[in-house]
């Protein structure tokens, strides 16, 4: 991941915290953090997939990026330029060059809207050609993503999910970004309309010279389009590698138990399940030290007080103490090894792992670090 | 090139969000009938002049074509000529006698809604009875006033009054409305604070107390006056609603993606946010439609409305106060009334089962 | 005989745009204790199926033919045309059923306590204390953590998986039978999922229960039941035990399905193998096989003209599909021109 060539984006310990107001004054009395301290880079023509589950803070990371929320603190550089820096009309001349298809085909188009005027909205606020230069550019846009021209005249209700996810890709592409933010992309859409979709965004990778960061939870389909992964839980990264590294030889206890968990039609992709104890915790209340070690079946002392540094290997990162303590006795592929089978053992009585569950973790009211780790 | 979704297109109609609304409200048969029927009154309200008055719809005199009926609408437009004539009113004496060559094509009915008619002023015809002479009769087909105008001349022409005021009375409503709560619900923080503590504050004042206080102040209570204290009065169910869909709309998705395409503040609100949240607030300003012409009824009712002579339909409950034995005062204008509201009632249910977004189509 | 026989059942809707037969001909059989997974896309008519058999389907549907037979104790009842109140002790009582969204399933403005001692006391007389009482047993019974506490708290306070595991205690209040669960871990996260997934195969064991499982993930349906049955357009068009289903899928779409997973391929640079077009509206099914458009084995003029029946391939594999077994390669006409 590190070339010597300067990456396209280059993400360097972003923060973005929420404030919890409370009372009649509108208090600050806490922090939703949910993005807390990520860097990563992404060199230009390539894909970094953003994996993880509900609140990690993977969707507002993909927007902190954009500005479209507002970060508070850290730095993203885009070509050389700090985003966070620029002053407004700076910001809209960039963010041509970045732009992000959302998750929901029914949310993301303003129903009242015709697709032309969707289209045609970025091609208006940036002045871009007169009026048949635009139709030229949305026309072109629309056939890339496989819709026909006459769909510019209608509503985007009139068209299935997957349709309307095609147009919201050619809403990013209209303007000739170079990098895009793929917020779930495919999430919201039927099982045979995904595979044409990841198609269809690779194909325009490929024929446009993009670069992705393609956020999602499902693992195989980021496997599939991605050419590296970074693992996010609770506002961090816990790990970081080329694609076929990570799934190969997964370190973090977490992405063990991530890969472990999805339920496969080919038994021999299966691997043993570790079933994780408890729920996510509250991202206004991270636990102390190692945020995962209160559902982390190999959690040791360490883990509850140091938070883990980063430990590189390779193009391969991660933030284990155990994992780092692995890595120095051998190599990754036996460090893994070792750990998925540590792993293994600790939850070795399934029913049992489900049992125990950090009580205080679960419920957003109740005060932190009181989590039990299993025994 | 990717697999097409061509061939799955649908062909072509017109699918716009108030195009599907209007194909669901046509089928409405109540609707349908209240829409029909406020036509009807807008019909009414226009031709007013042309269908009850004492001044030709057009005529010619001495060579040249007039429109003294446009009167009615405005004082000042009747033609000059006829005061130097010294027509003082009465037209068809006065073109027959002084210009032999006139002509004039009248109104359907020759009755005047602010003045008794005075015999022979149409050839033939007696003068309107006064008091209690005058029940319903083949010459005035809802009777005359105490004073001896008719009720048929005073309800066509007070069908004008009773829709102005309802849509320019809701007109500045919606306005003030649709501004305070969209700014409100938009920008949130201070701004949003001042404009929901000057809605709260003008809520709690009942409005009925709020529009006498403001009429009292007002020198001349004249029907314009009355519209503006109105709207002024009712702007704030309009504009908590307003805000309300603002601040849900604010954090749609589409509201982002637009501002990721690098559209402005003024262009989101008005261009995406805006005609998403005007639907539901359609609703309510067909309701104040109808309270505000039953409003400004029950003013006139209790004479605090024009001075007299006017063609509210409420002046004429208000001369029906003292005459209760003259049915015909009560009659007419309170059946109008009630069929008037209802329609707007009716008109706004519609409204809100065509626009209801539960029953739009949605294909996944 | 099997604890539930669903035979030819046809549900449709009537809506001012005309009738939307959204189960059409759907015939299913679960044994006592197995579990039987129904899997399809949206609009397929899965959630639909499941809804009929409790006579849940919101007007304008309505259950227009076919027969839902329940297994009592060697007598079957039909639950088509049961009245309501008959049908109201089956709903919960012998058939349970669970949903997608644990947030909507639970009242928000009641504790979790009361609404599981609720599903209790709506099928057994028993007082407010024995209810409480066995509602704590069921929050252990679905290894709810501290259930004493949870008793009183209400669904806000509580993670999804949390929710849907009350969800799934609400609906074993009776030991029913049969569980039918809609969809139940599509909204939760991976590691959540597997978490329920796990706690309803250990369920079945202990309580003996038979499961329908609607949904549309195969990985779900590989790893927990015991036999498939695949829907499209209102139609079952496979069915077979998950092993051999998954070893030899016969129906096209099946097939399509399974080798448009990104694991299926296998140079890592291939393409998906995407199923071209998209699931037709009800208004919008084409004459013959309901799946020929998509089809990459279509050949007229049968698959275009004559609607295939349901056939027994092998034991226990049914498919519905005029050329199953005998395929041939896929048309290399490019799909624009097949899907007319």
Known sequence: ?375 | MSEPARESIPPPRPRGFWAEAWNRYRRMPLAMAALIFIGFLAAVALFAPAIAGTKPVICKYKGRLYLPCLAYYNRGWEPVVFARDKFRGEYPANLEAKDPESWAIWPLVFQDPYRAVRRDEWPGLPANPARDQGHPSSRNLFGTTQTGVDVFAKMIHGTTVALLVGFVSMGIAATIGITVGALAGYFGGWLDVVFSRITEVVMCIPPLVLILALLAIVEKPTIWKMMAVLGLTGWTGISRLMRAEFLRLKSAEFVTAARSVGAGPGRIIIRHVLPNALAPVMVPITFGIAAAILTESGLSFLGFGQPPPSASWGSLLNDARSNLKMWWLVAFPGAAIFLTVLAFNLVGEGLQQATDPRLREARK | MPLLEIRNLVTAFHTPAGRVPAVDGVSLSIERGTTLGLVGESGCGKSVTAMSVLGLVASPGRIEAGQILLDRDGRSIDLVGLPERQLRTIRGGRIGMIFQEPMTSLNPVFTVGNQVAEAVRLHQKVSRQAARARALELLRLVRIADPERRLDEYPHQLSGGMRQRVVIAMALACEPDLLIADEPTTALDVTIQAQVLELLADLRQRLGMAILLITHDLGVVAETCDEVAVMYAGRIVERAAAAALFARPLHPYTIGLLAARPEHRRAAADPLAAIPGMVPQPRDFPAGCRFHPRCPFVREPRCTAELPSLRELEPGHLVRCHYAGDLGDPATVPAEARAE
Do not use: W
């Not at chain 1, 792993?343 to 957003?364: C, H, M, Q, Y």
């Open chain 1, 1 to 375: 991941m590190s070339d010597a060539t300067a990456p396209l984006l280059a993400v360097s310990d972003l923060e973005t915290h929420f404030p919890i107001r409370r009372g009649l004054l509108r208090r600050v009395v806490g922090q939703v953090r949910a993005v807390d301290g990520i860097s990563f880079t992404i060199q230009r023509g390539r894909t970094l997939g953003l994996v993880g589950e509900s609140g990690c803070g993977k969707t507002t990371a993909g927007r902190s990026i954009l500005r479209l929320v507002e970060p508070t603190a850290g730095s993203v550089r885009f070509a050389g330029r700090e985003v966070r820096a620029e002053r407004p009309a700076a910001l809209r001349s960039l963010r041509r060059r970045m732009q992000i298809v959302f998750q929901d085909p029914y949310g993301s188009l303003n129903p009242r809207m015709t697709v032309r005027a969707l289209l045609e909205e970025g091609l208006l606020v940036h002045r871009m050609g007169d009026g048949r230069e635009r139709l030229r550019r949305m026309t072109a846009a629309l056939e890339r993503t496989g819709m026909p021209a006459g769909t510019l005249a209608r509503y985007p209700h009139e068209f299935s999910g997957g349709q309307r996810q095609r147009i919201a890709i050619a809403r990013a592409l209209v303007l000739e970004p170079e990098f895009l933010v793929l917020d779930e992309p495919i999430s919201a859409l039927d099982v045979s309309i995904q595979a044409q979709v990841v198609n269809l965004l690779v194909e325009l990778r490929r024929e446009l010279g993009l670069t992705y960061l393609f956020v999602s939870h499902d693992l195989s389909v980021v496997e599939y389009i991605s050419d590296d992964v970074a693992v996010m839980y609770l506002g961090r990264l816990v790990e970081t590698a080329p694609a076929t590294d990570l799934y190969a030889r997964p370190l973090h206890p977490y992405t063990h138990a991530l890969f472990s968990a999805v339920p496969s039609v080919e038994a021999e992709r299966r691997r043993r399940r570790i079933i994780l104890p408890g729920d996510v915790p509250s991202p206004a209340r991270p636990p102390a030290g190692c945020r995962f070690h209160p559902r982390c079946p190999l959690a040791e002392a360490v883990c509850r007080e140091v938070d883990p540094p980063a430990t590189t290997i390779g193009g391969h990162r991660v933030h284990c103490h155990v994992a780092a303590r692995e890595l120095a006795a051998g190599d990754a592929a036996a460090a893994s090894q070792r750990i998925a089978s540590l792993l293994t053992a600790a939850g070795g009585d399934r029913g049992e792992a489900s049992k125990i569950v950090a009580t205080a973790a679960t419920s957003p009211h109740s005060p932190p670090g009181s989590g039990k780790a299993t025994p």
